[in-house]
């Protein structure tokens, strides 16, 4: 089970951290994805981080601002979002990789946590 916390309303400009939750499994064997949906468009990838703690970040336009982390002894991983747009706006969901490697591919995850409501007003 996966389970998102710390979304919210925010300014433009401001910052989140999202909490991924993992339970039911072995959270340190897998690489654990960051990816968002806003209203009317399809769902992307944002940021992946691999079992040994290496993360990618998918979108160009969220490098340098987006940096995604884990804690294995809590089972917690997490999404900090720094500058935030309002076209950032979207549910933020963290999803359990197929192995412990990053895929930008959504078939690639099998557990999906519920998502979490970000908006940035402006």
């Known amino acids: 089970q996966l389970v998102e916390s710390g979304g919210g309303l925010v300014h433009t400009g401001g910052s989140l951290r999202l909490s991924c939750a993992a339970s039911?499994?072995?959270?340190?064997?897998?690489?654990i994805g960051w990816f968002r949906q806003a209203p009317g468009k399809e769902r992307e990838a944002v940021a992946c981080?691999?079992?040994?703690?290496?993360?990618?970040t998918w979108l160009n336009s969220v490098k340098g601002r987006f940096t995604v982390a884990r804690d294995n002894a809590k089972t917690t991983a997490y999404l900090q979002m720094n500058s935030l747009k309002p076209e950032e706006t979207a549910v933020y969901s963290c999803?359990?990789?197929?192995?412990?490697?990053?895929?930008?591919?959504?078939?690639?995850?099998?557990?999906w946590g519920q998502g979490t409501l970000v908006t940035v007003s402006s």
């Open positions: 999803a359990r990789a197929i192995d412990s490697h990053c895929h930008v591919l959504s078939p690639f995850y099998d557990y």
């Open positions: 981080i691999t079992k040994e703690g290496y993360s990618l």
């Open positions: 039911g499994f072995n959270f340190e064997n897998y690489a």
